[in-house]
């Protein structure tokens, strides 16, 4: 089992920048894809980024693309979540999230990002 932490949210100003980052632990499987969501309130939960285990290759949701990115590295079990150029629509719970195999799957609890000037 994958278990993950979240940690880096908060206020900003629009225009601003932050940094979410998530630390994974347990039995690490090589097929480990890491992967950013997120949840305003009153809102279903959205895919925000991706990065894959293979290749290290990245996809984004059109409304981050060009102003998020998601890297890792697996020496210090860590993916981030870069955000910057933020607006108020990207205030929301943002969760990390983990996939192997045939589709398992666990999930963070949570850092909250607020927009607002």
């Known amino acids: 089992q994958v278990q993950l932490v979240e940690s880096g949210g908060g206020l900003v100003q629009p225009g601003g920048s932050l940094t979410l980052s998530c630390v994974y632990s347990g039995h690490i499987p090589e097929d480990l894809n890491l992967g950013w969501y997120r949840q305003a309130t009153g809102k279903e939960r959205e895919w925000v980024a991706t990065i894959h285990a293979i290749g290290m290759t990245t996809d984004y949701a059109d409304s981050v693309k060009g102003r998020f990115a998601i890297s890792r590295d697996n020496a210090k079990n860590t993916t981030w979540l870069q955000m910057s150029g933020l607006k108020p629509e990207d205030t929301a719970t943002y969760y990390c999230?983990?996939?192997w195999g045939n589709g398992a799957v666990t999930w963070g609890q949570g850092t909250q990002v607020t927009v607002s000037s």
């Open positions: 999230a983990a996939t």
